[in-house]
């Protein structure tokens, strides 16, 4: 089965800081990633996700990720946060059509 | 267009009592997806069916937990009777392919 690893499970940083998330996730042939952000009181949303081709992805919000096979990472990246990128975001990887999630990282952005 | 709705959104019950869980997935979406996270942990995946058949049913925890698909449309999540371990908010999530729209979720207190 399918494991996600995120670190730095609580992100506090300043507005217009430059914001990077780590994921990691176990070898399993070929896989699809994701990654979800829930805003406070919100539902979980998709930012992005990679299946094939290009393995920089951009997303929503100006969230964008890079797929690195060769280090089963696919981490997630916004150059400059503002207050409103506060939430909690959550990696996930699909297979056997299910799928796996990292445990999240609640991200605050200070103004 | 609707989203995929669960109700309720909380629910407090006491150990030994029992919850249903409604989820109405968006129209036309074969596949139907329930998850569960657990305070601290990551979200995990509990089943998945495609229009109402249990297609994978591995991640449910144990016999207390029962899911239907009445028809194909929307579906429930019983748990009978509810143990404390239970606690936690329940996602629903709906899609044609791969990646799934997910609903608010029901937050389950049992006491």
């Known amino acids: 089965a399918q494991s996600v690893s995120q670190h730095n499970h609580h992100v506090i940083l300043s507005e217009a800081a430059s914001l990077e998330l780590g994921c990691n996730y176990s070898y399993g042939g070929t896989v699809n990633l994701f990654w979800y952000v829930q805003y406070p009181g919100q539902h979980l949303q998709l930012l992005l996700k990679?299946?094939?081709?290009?393995?920089l992805v951009k997303g929503i919000k100006g969230f964008e990720a890079e797929f690195i096979k060769s280090k089963f990472s696919f981490n997630l990246r916004k150059p400059s946060v503002q207050w409103s990128d506060t939430a909690e975001y959550f990696c996930?990887?699909?297979?056997?059509?299910?799928?796996?999630f990292g445990k999240g990282n609640q991200v605050v952005v200070i103004p | 267009e609707a989203g995929v709705t669960q109700f309720p959104s909380h629910s407090v019950i006491e150990k030994g009592q029992t919850v249903t869980l409604r989820c109405d997935p968006i129209s036309g979406h074969d596949n139907l997806y329930w998850y569960r996270r657990v305070m601290g942990k990551e979200i995990k995946f509990l089943l998945h069916f495609v229009k109402e058949s249990k297609q994978d049913e591995s991640g449910m925890p144990n016999n207390r937990f029962l899911a239907e698909r009445t028809g194909g449309t929307y579906s429930t999540l019983k748990v009978q009777p509810a143990e404390l371990e239970d606690s936690g908010v329940y996602f629903c999530a709906s899609s044609h392919g791969t990646s799934g729209l997910f609903g608010p979720g029901t937050r389950l207190t049992v006491l």
């Open positions: 990679y299946f094939s081709g290009d393995p």
């Open positions: 996930a990887v699909n297979s056997h059509n299910r799928l796996a």
